[in-house]
């Protein structure tokens, strides 16, 4: 067991929906590292703050998570990956300098290429629902694998026009209503947003696309999104937010720790068996709604828990 005790931490807001604390502490505890991993949940207005203060905090580096990715680029010192997405979403120190990086994206493609072998031969056109740090990932991670043409299809055009101004000509601006016409020429369609995450609003789409669509959906709690649903129910391919969550994670813990840990069967069943434990849970089906309904205050995501 190493010596001095090593701390890192996921810095989110909210943190309580993240897992990566049970991924990195279980490779933590496979390698017997004197270490452990944890969440801070820090407001927007505190990043800077917190981020500055890191290492006299305890920590050795971080994972930096919605909404944060972008923010952090200008508190850290970015590597080029860092920089050509325009989000990073791992911090470690290198002496004094604090450095960021960008796993998101081997993270992407490391789970379509074992959840989906071959969905990028031949393929000519991408969909990417939303334009925040996720998306930024995709889209790079897109160009690498030579994808001519990539929608960003978000509900602020201005924040999809950014990407377009950052990437280049493969990528096309699109509104929300155009998604059904647009999948219809697509081959791969990419969920970056937060709906469908449990406690938000859920994402509504048709489908209306060949069968030949792969879709993957970035939202791991819950593990099959209703995106992946109703993709599955089609018959179409399909890679879900936790092989992603789990891939991306390699590198950062090779940085803190000076190990390459290994995304494993027996990993992933650990982490499913804790999205089923803290899934909220559905009436029986043989449930009748009272004859006279009680009026109440129904909050949009009420009763739901990350």
């Given at each position: 067991m190493s010596e001095e005790h090593k701390a890192v931490c996921i810095i989110a807001w909210p943190a309580a929906h993240s897992r990566s604390p049970l991924i990195h502490n279980y490779w933590i505890k496979q390698h017997n590292l004197n270490a452990e991993y944890r969440r801070e949940a820090v407001p927007p207005e505190n990043l800077a703050e917190f981020v500055a203060q890191l290492r006299q905090r305890g920590y050795i580096g971080a994972n930096v998570t919605v909404?944060?990715?972008?923010?952090?680029?200008?508190?850290?010192?970015?590597d080029e990956r860092a920089r050509a997405v325009g989000a990073a979403n791992t911090l470690w120190y290198d002496g004094e300098t604090l450095?960021?990086?960008?796993?998101?994206?081997?993270?992407?493609?490391?789970?379509?290429?074992?959840?989906?072998?071959?969905?990028?031969?031949?393929l000519e056109t991408a969909a990417v629902l939303g334009a925040g740090g996720g998306a930024r990932?995709?889209?790079?991670?897109?160009?690498?694998?030579?994808?001519g043409r990539i929608y960003v299809i978000n509900r602020t055009i201005d924040h999809a026009e950014a990407l377009k101004k950052k990437f280049g000509a493969r990528v096309h601006v699109a509104r929300w209503e155009e998604t059904t016409g647009l999948?219809?020429?697509?081959?791969?369609?990419?969920?970056?947003?937060?709906?469908?995450?449990?406690?938000?609003?859920?994402?509504?789409?048709?489908?209306?696309?060949?069968?030949?669509?792969?879709?993957?959906?970035?939202?791991?709690?819950?593990?099959?999104?209703?995106?992946?649903?109703?993709?599955?129910?089609?018959?179409?391919?399909?890679?879900?937010?936790?092989?992603?969550?789990l891939h991306q994670a390699v590198r950062g813990f090779e940085r803190w720790f000076g190990i390459r840990p290994e995304v494993t069967a027996e990993l992933r069943a650990l982490v499913e068996a804790d999205l089923g434990a803290t899934a909220p849970v559905a009436p029986p089906a043989e449930a009748k709604p009272p004859a006279k309904p009680t009026r109440r205050n129904k909050k949009r995501g009420e009763g739901l828990s990350t």
């Open positions: 909404p944060h990715k972008q923010a952090v680029l200008s508190l850290a010192e970015p450095r960021s990086t960008n796993t998101d994206v081997e993270g992407f493609l490391a789970n379509l290429d074992a959840a989906t072998p071959g969905w990028d031969r031949g990932a995709v889209v790079f991670a897109l160009i690498q694998r030579n994808v999948l219809g020429g697509a081959g791969l369609l990419v969920n970056t947003t937060t709906m469908g995450m449990v406690g938000q609003p859920p994402l509504d789409i048709n489908l209306r696309c060949p069968a030949s669509l792969v879709v993957a959906d970035l939202v791991y709690a819950p593990l099959e999104t209703g995106l992946l649903k109703l993709a599955r129910a089609r018959g179409l391919r399909t890679a879900d937010g936790l092989g992603m969550l």
